[in-house]
Nanobody
Framework: QVQLVESGGGSVQPGRSLGLSCAAS????????MNWYRQVPGKQRELVAY?????KYADSVKGRFTISRDDTKHTVYLQMNDLKPEDTAIYFC?????????????WGRGTQVTVSS
């Protein structure tokens, strides 16, 4: 069984930093991409940062967030700097992985990030 387990998150004041990490486990042949999404209640889940051969960021986080991967550990990180109240959301790890005969899209359970003074 392939799964993603997130860690990090929490509550911080505006302007501070926070880091998230997400580790993939299970029998995978290859990880195509590992990414971060976020969702606010009542709104659609949005892509925050993508890492799959290249990186891509939502306009709202460019210059503040950095995605990185350690493929030896099957782990993706999200460093979030200069956090704003509008960054408050549940952050989900997402990956597309290759199993024996199929590619699989998997999600973590999410971790809450709250930015408030």
């Amino acid at each position: 069984q392939v799964q993603l387990v997130e860690s990090g998150g929490g509550s911080v004041q505006p302007g501070r930093s926070l880091g998230l990490s997400c580790a993939a486990s299970g029998n995978m042949l290859r990880i195509y991409s590992m990414n971060w999404y976020r969702q606010v209640p009542g709104k659609q889940r949005e892509l925050v940062a993508y890492s799959g051969g290249y990186t891509k960021y939502a306009d709202s986080v460019k210059g503040r967030f950095t995605i990185s991967r350690d493929d030896t550990k099957h782990t993706v990180y999200l460093q979030m700097n200069d956090l704003k109240p509008e960054d408050t959301a549940i952050y989900f790890c997402h990956a597309i992985v290759e199993l024996e005969d199929v590619n699989l899209e998997i999600w973590g359970r999410g971790t809450q990030v709250t930015v408030s003074s």
